[in-house]
């Protein structure tokens, strides 16, 4: 298998009639590609951005010709989970409940883990954050927007938090040690204190206006980037409907494969 990595000069590269079956594009910059009459049944994307990208094809069960699906997408996901949509609103009261319902859909999910067995909580799915690894990242989002953005602590940061992959580089600065494999009571007990640091956040900004800008963003802001207080408040309860979406999809495929060795036992 060829890899081709940061050295190699890719711009403007032509694959005509390429087989590239099983090919894996990780942190690949992609900025104006273009596919014609090509096959990508199967495909999977993981934490890709789409921005601006226009699609025409055959696409069994997504419909993108001329349409705007991203409404239709979120539409779905807020019937699937309610409370979701209330994540986005400015109103503090109602992102807070939004905050309580997602929390709510965490302990279920965390009761489905537990039935398939103590280690349920660490297995990955396709390279996928496993449900312990994905509440080491809410702590991480918790840590980066709330107490260092908005609380303006300086080592805000859990050792044991899990960034995003394109600021891994970054975290020693802030103490967080990547190899670090905390046992799930510690991440829980980890989590659970940033949310009730957040839920007094919500209770000191009670009367204030939280339209203007937060006085700090998380150290990966980009220079200049601004968000308003509800917003950056608001990431948390975004962050824990969007992770859950992908850990219970994870989870149901563990689910299926347990399924899968008790059918096949007898």
Known sequence: MTLFGPDDELRGARLVEADMTGATFR???????????????GAVMRGVDL???????????LRVNGVDVAPLVE????RRYPGREQARSADLAEQRASLDAALAAWDAHLARAAALGPGAVDDQVDGEWSTAQTLRHLVFAMDGWVRYGL?????????????????????????????????????????????A?????????????????????PPW????????????????????????????????????????LVGGAG
Do not use: N
């Open 51 to 61: 921005t601006d990208a226009d699609i025409d094809g055959q696409i069994t069960g």
């Open 75 to 78: 539409a779905e996901l807020d």
């Open 27 to 41: 942190l690949t910059k992609l900025d104006g590609v273009r596919f014609d009459q090509s096959f990508m049944p």
């Open 221 to 260: 802001a980009p220079e200049g980037f601004t968000r308003a207080v509800h917003q950056s408040i608001g990431v948390v309860a975004r962050e824990h409907w969007a992770h859950l979406q992908f850990a219970e999809r994870d989870l149901t495929t563990l689910e299926g494969r347990a399924g899968r």
């Open 197 to 217: 640091q957040v839920y007094a956040v919500y209770d000191s900004l009670a009367g204030t206006d939280v339209t203007v800008d937060a006085p700090r963003l």
């Open 151 to 195: 609380r303006g602590i300086d080592d805000a940061f859990w050792y044991a938090g899990l960034p995003f992959t394109e600021y891994e580089p970054e975290v020693a600065a802030l103490g967080v040690d990547l190899t670090a494999t905390p046992p799930l009571a510690e991440t829980l007990e980890a989590h659970a204190d940033r949310i």
